[in-house]
C-alpha cells in the first residue's frame, strides 16, 4: 500500500470514530426518559399492553435488544396518543452498543414490580398445574425466578403477554424450540389458564 493511502485511511478511521461519538453521544437521562414515556417510571409500566421491562436480566435485556434490531422479534405496533405509531424494532434500531449496554444495566438494577391486576382464581389453579409440568423447568419459582434470560411471567401484564403468545405461534418472535415446542401444544384454554396463573402469582 502506498504512504498516502496509508493516511486516507486512518484519516477515515479518525473521522468516523471523531463523528460516531458526537452524533450519537445522547444524554443517558434523557434516553432513559423517552423509555419511561412507554414503560412507565423506573420501568414498570402502567399500560397493559406495554410490558413491565424492571427487573430483566442483563443478558436477557441485551438479547432483546438485538433480536429487535435483527427483526428477529417483529414487535406489535404502538400508538401513544397524538403521536406517529412507533415499534420497539425502529427503537432498538436507533440505540448504539453503548447505550444498549448502558440501558441493559440499568434496568436490571432496578427491582420487577407486578402488574396491578386481577384475576380468575379457578382459571389459575389449572394454570398452575400447567406450567409446572410445561414451564417451570425455565420459568422457575412459578415465573418469577427465570434461568438465565427466560422473561419474568409472574406479574407481567396479561394483555401483553397474551400478544407474546400469539407473536410466538405465528413465528413472530422466535424462541428456544424446546419452548415452542410446549407452546404449540397448548390450546387456547391452556393459553389463557397460564395468563391468570401468571397474573395472580404476581399479587403473591
Ligand atoms: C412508543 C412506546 C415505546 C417506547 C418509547 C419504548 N418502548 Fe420498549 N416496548 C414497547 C412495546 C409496545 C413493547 C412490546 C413489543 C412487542 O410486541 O413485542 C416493548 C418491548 C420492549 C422490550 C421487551 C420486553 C419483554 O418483556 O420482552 C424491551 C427490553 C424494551 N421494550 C426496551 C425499551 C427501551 C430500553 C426503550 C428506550 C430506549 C424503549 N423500550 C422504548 C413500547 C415502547
Ligand atoms: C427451555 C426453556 C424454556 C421453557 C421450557 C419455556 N420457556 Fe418461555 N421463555 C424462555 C426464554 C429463553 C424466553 C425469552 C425468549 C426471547 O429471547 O425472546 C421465554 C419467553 C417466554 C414468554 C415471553 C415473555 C415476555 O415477557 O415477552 C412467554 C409468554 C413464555 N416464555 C411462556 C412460556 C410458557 C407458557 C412455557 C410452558 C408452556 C414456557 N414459556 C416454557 C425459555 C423457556
Redesign the pocket.
Known amino acids: 500500500m502506498k504512504k498516502s493511502q496509508y493516511k486516507l485511511i486512518i484519516a477515515i478511521v479518525f473521522l468516523t470514530c471523531f463523528f460516531s461519538n458526537t452524533t450519537q453521544a445522547r444524554d443517558f437521562v434523557e434516553?432513559v426518559k423517552?423509555?419511561e414515556?412507554?414503560?412507565g417510571l423506573d420501568g414498570l409500566s402502567t399500560t397493559p399492553?406495554?410490558?413491565i421491562?424492571a427487573g430483566?436480566s442483563e443478558e436477557g435485556?441485551l438479547n432483546?435488544?438485538d433480536v429487535?434490531r435483527e427483526n428477529e422479534?417483529i414487535?406489535?405496533e404502538?400508538h401513544?396518543p397524538g403521536e406517529p405509531e412507533?415499534v420497539?424494532n425502529e427503537?432498538a434500531q436507533s440505540?448504539t452498543d453503548k447505550e444498549a449496554e448502558e440501558?441493559a444495566k440499568y434496568?436490571s438494577g432496578l427491582e420487577f414490580k407486578p402488574a396491578n391486576q386481577s384475576a380468575d382464581p379457578e382459571k389459575a389453579s389449572r394454570g398452575a398445574i400447567l406450567h409446572k409440568k410445561s414451564c417451570e423447568r425455565c420459568h422457575t419459582n412459578n415465573g418469577k425466578d427465570p434461568v438465565e434470560d427466560a422473561?419474568i411471567l409472574a406479574g407481567?401484564w396479561m394483555p401483553?403477554l397474551e400478544?407474546?403468545f400469539d407473536?410466538i405461534l405465528k413465528k413472530k418472535?422466535l424462541v428456544p424450540k424446546s419452548m415452542y415446542r410446549r407452546i404449540k401444544k397448548l390450546s387456547d384454554q391452556d393459553i389463557e389458564a397460564l395468563l391468570h396463573f401468571y397474573a395472580l402469582e404476581g399479587n403473591k
Open positions: 434516553l423517552y423509555c414515556s412507554c414503560h399492553d406495554v410490558p421491562i430483566f435485556f432483546t435488544i429487535f422479534r414487535a406489535m404502538f401513544k412507533t420497539m427503537i440505540l440501558l434496568y422473561a407481567q401483553y400478544r407474546q407473536n418472535r
